[in-house]
């Protein structure tokens, strides 16, 4: 990878200047699995897989990725935006799945939040690529101060790709192929 780099960056000088750096965050991970929903299914096991396959295509469009962690282990919320801070990265993008009661598997839909406007267009963005890419329902962009968010200087938002206590979401986020 680094091999590959230094010789693009030989080559191709100006390109591999303007790669845009993510930051992808799995939400969860280690001693804390997040949100537990419908047949036990715990966050973590759908939002790992999700990160792995949009780092492998933002690397497929050009971008550089760094992830926060790379594999199951527990991460606190500071070191994830000192990560993003060090790295000087362009975007920052955690990504969660959502829960509620078990009592309301009737909530369903995804939501994508920012903080800054800076993060708005952004999330948009990702919001309306999702609902297009999936059919699962609109929970809406907002506005939310949560730490990652608050605290990262570049554009960052905040995915919550639908909800493992819902009825209609829960099947399609165990299904690895969905
Ligand atoms: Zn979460």
Do not use: C, W
């Amino acid at each position: 990878e680094l091999i590959t780099e230094r010789i693009e960056s030989i080559t191709l000088p100006n390109v591999t200047d303007v790669r845009p750096l993510i930051v992808i965050d799995p939400g969860h991970g280690g001693i804390d699995p997040g949100a537990v929903g419908i047949n036990g299914l715990q966050e973590i096991q759908v939002i790992f897989p999700i990160s792995l396959r949009v780092t492998e295509l933002l690397q497929q469009h050009g971008a550089n990725v760094v992830l926060t962690r790379q594999d199951n282990r527990t991460l606190d919320l500071a070191p994830r935006v000192q990560l993003a801070e060090r790295v000087d990265a362009d975007m920052f993008v955690s990504i969660h799945a959502n829960a509620i009661s078990m009592a309301r598997p009737d909530v369903n839909g995804v939501e994508t939040y920012y903080y800054y406007s800076s993060g708005r267009e952004v999330a948009e963005f990702i919001q309306d690529s999702l609902l297009q890419a999936t059919g699962m329902r609109d929970r809406g962009v907002k506005s939310a101060r949560f730490h990652v968010l608050v605290n990262t200087s570049m554009p960052s938002t905040l995915v919550e790709v639908g909800f493992v206590t819902g009825a209609e979401d829960a099947p399609l986020l165990s299904d690895p192929l969905f």
